[in-house]
């Protein structure tokens, strides 16, 4: 980028040389693992009346950065193939991890994603996860698991929790720089039902997120995710309940809000979220260092608007 600016007349006793920003502003923020650029500024002064010109030297700032490349645990699934997609519309590498590999439906972005199928489990033996990690995490900037299910108490603590506790351990041991959770909202819940297997399992998984990836782990809490799953070759259109139900609370906010500290009225109240924004979310969680931390559902949805634009 090249820049070259001329100054309003000012009177040599005022002349001050050029100050050149330390950082940029939000809106021209660089990732500094993510891009490679090249900025020259020039600026030239000229006193009124006179035919003296001073131009400054080029300033040259070249950052040797790797591009992006994203790891997705179970990237073939609901979650999984829409942040597949969303990395590839924004030119970011992206390899999915799971049972299945590669999806059967044939979508134009499917042949852009590298499919590896390295994932299994067991609940009858004492391993619940393996994966040949040195397939897949070399190279890597960033890995996002979107593993979890339902089952029995004991699978549930071991999908949702110990199958993520060890991904967090191996991306650590890796060096791999994030780590970004899909983990799920509480809805209010009082504290006996969230002792059930699903939400302890999160929340474990989440505590060795915050733990191994203090400044740089990215934990989403979504509510019902909604959009177009496909299931053995038949599209199931949750879009049709979530999209309207979403608009419905948001237009009714203000008369529900006063609600929202009753005991589970989050079932009821708490909006859905596109998977296209949980999606997009990641986006943002992967390619910018300042984005950390816990995210709720309206977070979600402010961060997937930051992508969007």
Known sequence: ??????????????????????????????SSRNRLFRLSVSCSYAEANTRE???????DVVAE??????????GSGFVGSAICKAAVS???????????????????????????AGIFHSFTVGD???ANWDEVLPGATAVVSTLGGFGSEEQMKKINGEANVLAVGAAKDYGIPKFVLISVHDYNLPSFLLS?????????????????YPNNGVVLRPGF??????????????DLVGEPLEKFLQATEN????????????????PPVSVDDVALAVINAITDDDFFGVFTIEQIKEAAANVRV
């Open 1 to 30: 980028m090249y820049f070259s600016a001329i100054s309003s007349p000012r009177p040599s006793s005022l002349r001050r040389p050029t100050e050149i920003p330390t950082r940029p502003s939000s809106s021209l923020r660089y």
């Open 53 to 59: 010109d001073f131009t400054s030297a080029p300033i």
């Open 65 to 74: 950065v790797r591009p992006e490349r994203v790891v997705i645990l179970g």
């Open 90 to 116: 924004k030119g970011i590498e992206a390899v999915s991890l799971s049972r299945s590999g590669r999806p059967t439906y044939s979508d134009s972005w499917v042949d852009q994603v590298t499919w590896i």
């Open 128 to 130: 619940v996860f393996y």
């Open 196 to 212: 059930s297997g699903y939400f302890t399992g999160k929340r474990k998984a989440e505590s060795e997120v915050l733990s191994k």
């Open 225 to 238: 995710i909604y959009g177009k799953k496909k299931v053995d070759g038949l599209e199931i259109p949750l």
């Open 255 to 270: 008369f529900t809000k006063p609600l929202s500290s009753l005991p589970a009225s989050d079932l009821l109240l708490a």
